[in-house]
């Protein structure tokens, strides 16, 4: 509470009282160096435990396989002198739980760093990755595949085709209105919820004419499923990931002050509009590519950011990768309950992230001390 | 020295004039602050100064540059904005906040230079004890101050303030004012102050700017401005105007018809 003024009069004060706020500002700063470092804690704990759950949840499934075995499969990759495997475990661990814990973690990655650049560039704790429409515009994409069979690629990938297709079409048309009208963040959240009922309720179309066998393809589509994955996808999502992410996390600085809204972004130097779309185009693109795969999992793009920054706070150069690994682990631990928990049914990894991460993060809200980040 | 040349400037939204025809000079190191009544164009004037709105017509020079002419970031070197209030959706620090005024200077990342020259502001205005504080838990007038801290750690030659003191007790509006004082004469600052309260201004400015329906109706030093018969121009306001050890002290005594019209 001292200002320059006071300042002023401190500076002929006797030496001992100059010491004792010389000391004071150590306080402050060592403090400082005990957030950061307690922040890049929280981050190096958070990147073993994804980690180590990966490899851990490798070994989990309905096939008994030891725990030995599927190193030694897994290192036989690798080293396929070494190691020699029976056929069917081998294919199991390979081309089954491999791929699966692979996609979760890059799905929940995508998802939580998606949505806190979504959140920050729309200003809105309520926006998510399909903020923009993308989910639903991704499953009307799935709907025409399904029925009709008609899109822009044929054969395994039409429903991926379609699903990316039309959700990068709704992601397009918002971010279009927003360069073109230079559009408010609140306009484009309006614009992104209409455009959600509107592919909806065409999506609800197709649904009522469906036969049965479509219906159940659509249906289970939009529960949001990992398995879907394999390794011929893999190149494909890496590459979106290598050209995303990156650049995303370039923009933390400028994230951090859209957060102080457009007019006060500007007189820092910060063009908020063209920030606003830049980020919104890649989140797009990659939350697209991820959801073409995995249909939607709805819950942790909105959570996973809320819950990094009750722990760490809201500086994006830590928010963002926190979001991103949070959104992992939540979902490779729903994705492996969902695997056994019922056995040997497997309740589809959508439904159970939301069952799992909903009462957890009730459970952060609750206990969340007004005063603080930790 | 000129700092600011403003020439010819004129800013509307669709149909309303908001500012036309304002021509002055501002000089370096002054501290000048801007009168009027509400919807004077007061803040859209320090928009348009800040590049944050684009004047229709007129230029605006700044160290004999025009900001057309010049990059967002460019401009955000030389001249800092302190808002009125920042409302933010969610929670920032105190050390975040004044963080943000680096980034015209920055790369992509901000490196220790940066971090020890945010330390040194809040060191210097005695708010580095609040680094870790939550920005909207704090005062009123501590958050006036660490926008202004920002500002500061901007380096700018120029800092334009939108009603630094609207929502203060007097004890603050003073600490406020004596913190700008001190930048315009120690740093050699040039100030602009969108300011309503027209005794401080008095007491601390060199030249007060008095605006009127987007039009300069007065420029010049406290004394020559805050006279009786200007005051009743532009507020509609019968007023008494005492000087103190050289001061012109301003008391309004009544209105003068229902609203202050043109």
Same mark, same amino acid.
């Given at each position: ?56 949840? &490798?070994? &989990?499934?309905?096939?008994? &396989? ?35 814990? &692979?996609? /979760? ?35 009307? /994409? ?152 995995? /249909? ?79 | ?262």
């Amino acid at each position: 509470m001292l200002g320059l003024f006071k300042k002023q009069s401190r500076k002929s004060d006797t030496d001992s009282s100059g010491s004792s706020h010389r000391k004071q500002t150590s306080d402050a700063r060592s403090d400082y160096q005990r957030y950061v470092g307690r922040k890049m804690l929280f981050m190096f704990v958070m990147l073993a435990l994804v980690i180590f759950l990966g490899a851990f949840i &490798v070994t &989990v499934g309905p096939l008994e &396989v030891s725990v030995i075995d599927v190193y030694k499969i897994l290192f036989s990759r690798f080293f396929p002198d070494y190691f020699i495997n029976a056929d069917l475990p081998s294919q199991v661990v390979w081309n089954i739980r491999l791929p699966r814990i &692979v996609a /979760g973690i890059m799905a929940g990655f995508g998802l939580g760093i998606c949505g806190c650049v979504m959140q920050s560039v729309l200003k809105n704790p309520l926006a998510s990755p399909f903020t923009l429409g993308i989910s639903s515009g991704a499953s009307f /994409g799935v709907a025409v595949a399904a029925v009709m069979g008609v899109g822009i690629i044929s054969g395994p990938y039409l429903l991926v085709g379609n699903a990316f297709l039309f959700s990068m079409l709704c992601a397009m048309f918002i971010i279009a209105l927003s360069s073109l009208k230079g559009a408010t963040s609140e306009t484009l959240i309006l614009a992104g919820i209409a455009i959600n009922y509107l592919f909806s309720s065409l999506s609800d179309l197709f649904h009522y004419f469906a036969t049965d066998e479509q219906l159940r393809l659509m249906v289970s589509w939009g529960m949001g499923d990992l398995s879907a994955f394999s390794w011929s996808n893999f190149m494909l999502l890496l590459c979106i990931f290598v050209f995303c992410t990156p650049l995303l996390y370039l923009k933390a600085n400028d994230l951090n002050i859209m957060v102080i809204g457009d007019e006060n972004a500007k007189s820092l130097g910060i063009d908020a509009n063209r920030v606003r779309m830049f980020c919104m185009l890649l989140a797009s693109l990659l939350i697209a590519t991820i959801v073409c795969f995995t /249909g939607t999992i709805a819950f942790i793009g909105l959570v996973a950011p809320h819950m990094a920054r009750m722990v760490i706070g809201s500086d994006h150069k830590y928010l963002a990768p926190a979001s991103g690994l949070l959104g992992a682990l939540v979902l490779i631990v729903a994705d492996v309950v969902g695997m056994n928990i019922v056995r040997p049914t497997i309740v589809p990894t959508g439904i159970m992230t939301s069952l799992l991460g909903v009462p957890f993060f009730m459970y952060l809200i609750l206990k969340r001390k007004r005063k603080e980040f930790w | 020295m000129v700092k600011i040349t403003i020439n010819d400037l004129s800013f509307g939204y669709a149909s309303t004039k908001i500012l036309e025809n304002i021509s002055v000079d501002i000089h370096k190191s002054s501290f000048v602050s801007i009168v009027g009544p509400n919807g004077a164009g007061k803040s859209t004037f320090l928009k348009c100064i800040n590049k944050i709105l684009t004047p229709d017509r007129g230029d605006i020079h700044i160290d004999r540059r025009n900001i057309r002419q010049m990059k967002r970031m460019e401009v955000a070197r030389n001249i800092a904005y302190v808002p009125q209030s920042s409302n933010r959706v969610f929670p920032t620090t105190v050390f975040e906040m004044v963080l943000m005024g680096r980034r015209p200077h920055l790369g992509w990342f901000s490196n220790e230079t940066d971090k020890e020259k945010v330390w040194h502001v809040l060191e210097e205005m005695g708010l580095d004890e609040l680094a870790l504080r939550n920005f909207d838990e704090l005062s009123g007038g501590q958050q006036q101050k660490i926008l202004i801290a920002r500002a500061l750690a901007q380096e700018t030659g120029v800092i334009l303030l939108d009603e630094p003191t609207s929502n203060l007790d007097i004890w603050h509006q003073l600490d406020v004012m004596e913190n700008v004082k001190w930048l315009v004469n120690n740093r050699n600052v040039t100030a602009l102050m969108v300011v309503h309260d027209l005794n401080m201004a008095s007491k601390y400015s060199d030249r007060i700017l008095m605006m009127k329906n987007g039009r300069i109706v007065s420029v010049g030093d406290p004394v020559s401005v805050l006279t009786c018969e200007n005051i009743e121009k532009v507020y509609g306001v019968e007023a008494h105007v005492h000087t103190h050890e050289g001061i012109p002290y301003v008391m309004p005594l009544k209105q003068r018809g229902m609203t202050a019209d043109a």
